[in-house]
């Protein structure tokens, strides 16, 4: 077993991370007097080792009972047990978890048994992959390294500790799909066989939601575990609408990169080097890459010698609605990602047809409220990127219309918001009581105010009352 002193750089940034929590040294300090051993475990370990931001600390507490660290925890403030059925505890106002080493059975509501006498190595052979079953005592830096996990973390290795364990939790294969892409990080040929055959027909679809959105939000290279699933011949069975995409091919004019699937892989990593308000639009819009062009996979054929795919917008849309369910059951996200997939093209057709304000100012209105102009345009120069000749990565540059496309949203001022209606209901009173009439003749005069630029209250009240009377 590996029981080395982690090295100075990393005894410094675990100080650093430490002094962030600073009751957490204190408490494992008296964890230690009372006989018991403090191990920083889990993600913060492997975070730690990659330079990569922590931000949920585990601790785990051997030698001592669960009574016995509940009542030293109680020195320092209320407890409270979280996870009733996996016995973790918390100190009111620390933002830490403790707890004691367990066993669990397999299933989707596993019995827990704890043993804190449990050797080092039975206690992290439960966890999913080497890369997570590593230890640090907090208060001699002795690193606990059962499975070679920092060996596999250097050499970008995914690997379980035990693979019967490993099937147990279907939901595994979903982190290590997750893993791949946010770490670049390989199974070796074991893990690859395990995933390639087990069953994950139980996994819920919320489960599956939140390792989806790891994928997402925390990879710079996310194409890289749609990679993988085609390798294990899953991605058929994961997303089908995707893997429908792997043999339709483009316009070499408009599309030097190849396939579709060639193309969405690329469009996936461009849209996730872009630059995003909140993971909430980023997440749209990684979904939004994703499906954009799925509808090519039952639109594309040759015409005058050329490869077209007329209408794939629209049946992208459908299926984007159909791979989506399997996933989530938010509306919202669903209606956003749907609307930016109809739309993904306007950019261009806006900017090559010199379309006046007004048009820009008409889209902003029909994506209203889930989308603004900024978002599509993040979609459209995802889409623009995807297409290097050279596989494997999308384009790096500045994309000309799309620059003049979010130049002329400005323009019209509604790159981030629509145009406020000029005329609303409270103007029409005197002439008319409110109900359907008045709907009409607001939406008319809306109508007016977009198309005509008319900006005068007046001027579009005349307007709307002689083409309604």
Known sequence: MNHIKIDIKFQKQ?????????????????????????LLVGGAVRDLFLNKPIKDLDIEVYHLSMAQLENLLKKFGQVSMIGQAFGVLRVHGLDVDWSIPREDTAGRKPQVHT??????????????????????????????DPFNGLYDLAHSILRTPDKKRFVEDPLRFYRVMQFIARFEMYPDQELNDICQTMDISAVSRERIEEEYKKWLLKSSKPSLALCWLKTINRLIKIFPEIAALCNIPQNPVWHPEGTAYEHTLQAVDAAAQLSYSSDKEKLILMYAALCHDLGKATTT?????????????????????????????????????CILVRYHMRPSVLVSSNASLSAYKRLAKKMSPYVTLSMLGKLALADLRGRNPKKGEPLGIHIEVIETFLKRAAEAEVLKKIERPVLLGRDLLDVMQPGPQMGIALKRAYEIQLEEGIQDKEMLKKRVLKTTA
């Open 14 to 38: 675990l100080q650093l991370l430490l002094e962030a929590y600073p009751l957490v040294y204190t408490i494992a300090c008296a964890i230690d007097k009372s006989g018991g051993k403090s």
């Open 115 to 144: 043993d804190p006498f449990m050797t080092f190595k039975k206690a992290f052979s439960r966890r999913d992959l080497t890369i997570n079953a590593m230890g640090i005592d907090i208060i001699s830096y002795e690193l606990i």
């Open 301 to 337: 054929e040759k015409r005058d010698n050329q490869w077209t795919s007329y209408g794939h917008e629209r049946e992208s849309v459908r299926l984007t609605k159909k791979l989506l369910k399997r996933i989530t059951n938010n509306k919202e996200l669903t209606i956003t990602i």
